[in-house]
C-alpha cells in the first residue's frame, strides 16, 4: 500500500536495528484517515470470504480492526491482555510468549463474543514473531470458529511470524512489508 509506505518513510523513526516507531500514526497517535484506508484495503482482499467477525489484540490492533470491520459491516472484537473485573468465567485464554521479557502473558476473549458460527479475520497492527497471531488461533480453534484470514498492517519478513503463518496456509495480506533496515534506513520487501 503505497500511502502507508509513504507515511512509515516520513514518520517511522528506525530503533535499536528491529524495531519501527510508529508513534506518529500508528500506535499512539492514529491517523484515522490512513486508518480508513487500510480497512478498505483489508476489505478489497478478503471481501470475497463471509467475515462474521474481525479479532485483533488490544491496544493498538484495534484502530485498524474497528476500520476493517466497518466495511465488512460486522463486529470487532479485541482480546484482553487484562481480565477486566466485568469478565466473568466464561472467558477463552490463550498464552501469548514475548520474546523480549521472555515471559508467558495471557490474551482473553469473552465466550459472549465468538461462537462456532463465526468466520473471523485476524487484523493486527504488526507481524513480528508472530505470538499475538498464534494466541488468537488458539483462542478460535477452543471456540471452534472458522479462521479465513489474517490481515496486517506492518509485516516484519526477517522475524519469525510469517514462516509461522505460512506453515498453518491461512491466507495473509500485509500492506507494508519490510525486509529490513539499513542505517536507520527501512528497507521494504519486493512483491
Ligand atoms: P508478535 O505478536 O508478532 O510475536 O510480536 P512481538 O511479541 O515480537 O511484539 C510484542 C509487541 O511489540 C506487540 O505489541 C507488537 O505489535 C509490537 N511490535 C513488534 N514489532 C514492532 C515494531 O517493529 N514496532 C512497533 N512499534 N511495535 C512492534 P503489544 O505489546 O501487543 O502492544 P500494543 O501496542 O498492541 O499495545
Ligand atoms: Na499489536
Ligand atoms: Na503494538
Redesign the pocket.
Known sequence: MKELEDKILEKGQVLNH??????SF??HQVDSQLMYKIGQNFYEYFKAQPITKILT?????IAPAVMTGLFFQVPVVFAR?HRSVTMNSDIFVAD?????KKVNNKISISKNFLQSSDNVLIV??????????AGLTDIINQAEATLYGIGIV?E?TF?K?RQMVEQQQIPIKSLARIAGFQNGQVIFAEE
Open positions: 528491529d524495531v519501527l516507531k510508529v508513534d500508528l500506535n489484540v488490544e491496544s493498538s490492533g491482555k501469548v510468549y514475548s520474546f523480549t493486527d497492527d504488526f507481524l513480528a514473531n508472530g505470538q499475538a497471531i506492518i516484519k522475524q511470524g
